[in-house]
C-alpha cells in the first residue's frame, strides 16, 4: 500500500547502503575492558532514569517509545543520517529494499479528510477484484474509517502474505457500499515508476522510487525495450530518487560508462570498511546521448550516479542542486529484530568531490530543509575539482545541474489549492455522471499495459466549463473560483492527469504530467548539448585518447 502525496514531502533515511554487510548483533560489535565498562555505565544511567521516570512520572510511561527515541538521538548526535529501526520498521525497511510488500497492492490518497483509491497496482488482489480509481474506503474488517488518516488505513490494509482482509467501499453510481474480501499478497514496488517513449527517438525513464535489489535489472529491460521502439537518446529522471544501494547504483552507472573509468570512492574506518574505488566493467557502454532531471530530492546512491557521469561528462544534467549525502550506512541487525543504519564510511566522486553537505553546529532539522547551507560554504569552502574535459565541479554542495532550472513555486501553489476540487470533479467525471461528457466515462479498472497517445483524453474549455459549474454546486469544496479563468491551463493538466491515472494508471499519467513540467520541456532542449557530449567521447575512446583527455 502506498500513500500518494501531491507535493513532495522529505522522508527519512536517506540512504546508501551496502548489500555486502552483514548482520550484527550488539555483542559482536561491542568491545573489551575499557570500553565493556563505560557501556555498563550507560546501561545503567538509562535504567534509573527510566526506574525513575516509571515511578514518579504523572502519567503513563511508554517504554518501548522512550528506548526508541533514547537510541535515535543517540545516533543523531553522530550524524543525520544514522538510524534505529524499530521491529515494524526493520521490517518495512528490508520489504523496500527487495523492492515489494505485502498488502492489497494500491495507492491510497487522502481528500477532504476521506481515503480513496487512486490507482490499482496492475495484478494485485484489489486489481483482480475490480477496486477502482476514486472509490472511497469506507471501512476494513468491519471496522469503519471515519476520521481515519491516510496513514491508519495503509497500516490496517498491510500486512502478512496470504492473509485476509475485508474492504468496503463508497463508488459513484452505486446506490449501496461494495464489499471485497481480499487476500494480502507480495506487491512488486519497483525502482522504475513508468518508461516510455517521449518523442521521435526519445526515450524516458523515471528512476524514482530509489535503488533497490532489482533496479539494474528494471534498468537493463527498460533500455532494451525503448531500444527496441526506436530509442536513439535518453532523458533519465532521477528527481526524489532518495539513494538505496551502492552496487545498484554502480551497475546502473556501468551501462554509461567505459572499462576502467572510476564510478565511486569509498573510505570508511579499518578494518571494518576499508577503503575500495569501484570502476566500470563495461567494454561496450550504451554511448547514446543522455540528460538527467536532479533535484533538492535527489540523494546518496543517486548521487552517486551523478558525480560518475558529471565527472566524466557522460550525461547533461538539467534541474536543481540534489540534496547532497555522501555518507554511506552499513546495515546492522539487532537480536530483538530492531536494526542501525550505522554510518561507516564516506564516498567520493571519481573527480575526488565529497557530496556531503555540512551539518556541525546545526539542528537535525535545520540539516534537512537545507537551513545553514549557503553559510556553512562561506566557513568551509569546497576545493574545486574538475572533469574530464576540465570543466569545473564543487564538491560539499550536492551535485548542481549543468542548466538549473526551478520548477515555479506558483505550480505547487495552485497544485495545492486545485487538488480538492479537481479529484472531486474527476471523480464525477469519470463515473459519467458530468452531463455531456460520456467521452470521459471510464467503465473498468485502469488498463496498465495500454500505450498512451497524446491525443487522448483532451481536457478543452467544454470541460473546463463543466468544470465551473460543478463547483457552483460544490461551495465546500472551497475552489478559488474568481481566479479559475487566470489559472486554466494548469486546472485542465490536472483534470487530465485524473482522467488518464483513471483509464490507465498513474505510470500512464506520468507523460500527461510531463507535457507542462518545465524541467522535462529544458531537459528536451538540452539533447542536442548531450549529443555533442556523447560524440566527443566516442571519438576520444575511439582513437585510443582517454588518458589524454582526463585533466584531474
Do not use: C
Amino acid at each position: 500500500m502506498r500513500i500518494h502525496k501531491r507535493s513532495w514531502a522529505l522522508a527519512l533515511p536517506i540512504l546508501a547502503t551496502l548489500t555486502f554487510s552483514g548482520a550484527h548483533t550488539p555483542q559482536s560489535v561491542a568491545g573489551q575492558g575499557g570500553d565493556a565498562m563505560a557501556g555498563e555505565k550507560i546501561v545503567d544511567s538509562f535504567t534509573n532514569a527510566l526506574t525513575v521516570a516509571r515511578s514518579h512520572y504523572a502519567g503513563e510511561v511508554d517504554s518501548d517509545r522512550i528506548t526508541k527515541s533514547s537510541i535515535v538521538g543517540m545516533l543523531h548526535t553522530l550524524d543525520p543520517h544514522s538510524s534505529y529501526l524499530d521491529p515494524k520498521e526493520w521490517q518495512e525497511f528490508q520489504s523496500q529494499q527487495q523492492s515489494h510488500y505485502s498488502g492489497i497492492g494500491s495507492t491510497i490518497i487522502p481528500h477532504n479528510g476521506k481515503v480513496y483509491i487512486l490507482s490499482p497496482f496492475d495484478g494485485t488482489p484489489s486489481y483482480r477484484a475490480g477496486i477502482r480509481y476514486g472509490d472511497q474506503i469506507i471501512e476494513i474488517d468491519g471496522q469503519s474509517t471515519e476520521g481515519w488518516t491516510s496513514v491508519q488505513v495503509t497500516n490496517k490494509l498491510l500486512g502478512p502474505e496470504g492473509t485476509p482482509v475485508s474492504v468496503k467501499i463508497s463508488r459513484i453510481g452505486v446506490d449501496h457500499p461494495l464489499e471485497y474480501k481480499l487476500v494480502r499478497a507480495s506487491v512488486p514496488l519497483p525502482s522504475i515508476a513508468s518508461y516510455f517513449m517521449v518523442g521521435k527517438g526519445i526515450g524516458y525513464i523515471d528512476l524514482q522510487r530509489g535503488f533497490n535489489t532489482t533496479t539494474f535489472d528494471e534498468m537493463s529491460r527498460a533500455l532494451k525495450d525503448l531500444h527496441q521502439q526506436g530509442m536513439t537518446s535518453l532523458v533519465l529522471d532521477l528527481r526524489f530518487n532518495r539513494g538505496g544501494l551502492v552496487d545498484q547504483a554502480w551497475r546502473v552507472t556501468n551501462e554509461f560508462l567505459y572499462h576502467g573509468q572510476k564510478i565511486v570512492s569509498m573510505r570508511g574506518r579499518a578494518p571494518f570498511f576499508p577503503d575500495r574505488d569501484l570502476a566500470a566493467s563495461n567494454t561496450s557502454p550504451d554511448d547514446m546521448p543522455v540528460v538527467v532531471l536532479i533535484n533538492g530530492g535527489s540523494a546518496s546512491a543517486s548521487e552517486i550516479v551523478a558525480g560518475a557521469l558529471q565527472d566524466h561528462d557522460r550525461a547533461r544534467w538539467v534541474g536543481e542542486g540534489s540534496f547532497g549525502k555522501g555518507l554511506v550506512q552499513n546495515v546492522f541487525q539487532l537480536k530483538d529484530g530492531s536494526g542501525l543504519l550505522l554510518t561507516t564510511g564516506k564516498y567520493y566522486t571519481p573527480s575526488g568531490r565529497l557530496i556531503q553537505r555540512d551539518y556541525t553546529n546545526r539542528s537535525f532539522y535545520d540539516y534537512y530543509l537545507q537551513r545553514g547551507d549557503k553559510e556553512a560554504l562561506q566557513v568551509h569552502r569546497p576545493e574545486a575539482k574538475h572533469t574530464d574535459s576540465g570543466r569545473v565541479v564543487y564538491g560539499g554542495d550536492g551535485i548542481q545541474p549543468d542548466v538549473a532550472i526551478k520548477t515555479p513555486l506558483r505550480i505547487f501553489r495552485l497544485n495545492r489549492l486545485w487538488t480538492d476540487p479537481v479529484f472531486a470533479f474527476s471523480r464525477d467525471l469519470v463515473a459519467g455522471t458530468i452531463p455531456g461528457l460520456a467521452e470521459f466515462k471510464v467503465t473498468a479498472p485502469a488498463d496498465h499495459k495500454h500505450r498512451f497517445d497524446p491525443s487522448e483524453y483532451r481536457v478543452d474549455d467544454k470541460v473546463l466549463a463543466a468544470f465551473k459549474q460543478y463547483l457552483k454546486g460544490h461551495p465546500e469544496l472551497k475552489a478559488d473560483r474568481p481566479n479559475l479563468d487566470k489559472e486554466s491551463e494548469v486546472v485542465k493538466d490536472l483534470i487530465r492527469q485524473e482522467v488518464v491515472t483513471a483509464a490507465y494508471g498513474q505510470e500512464t499519467a506520468r507523460a500527461v504530467f510531463l507535457e507542462s513540467d518545465v524541467q522535462m520541456r529544458k531537459a528536451l532542449a538540452e539533447l542536442p548539448n548531450a549529443r555533442g557530449m556523447a560524440d566527443d567521447i566516442r571519438r576520444v575512446w575511439a582513437a585510443g585518447l582517454n588518458g589524454e583527455y582526463r585533466r584531474n
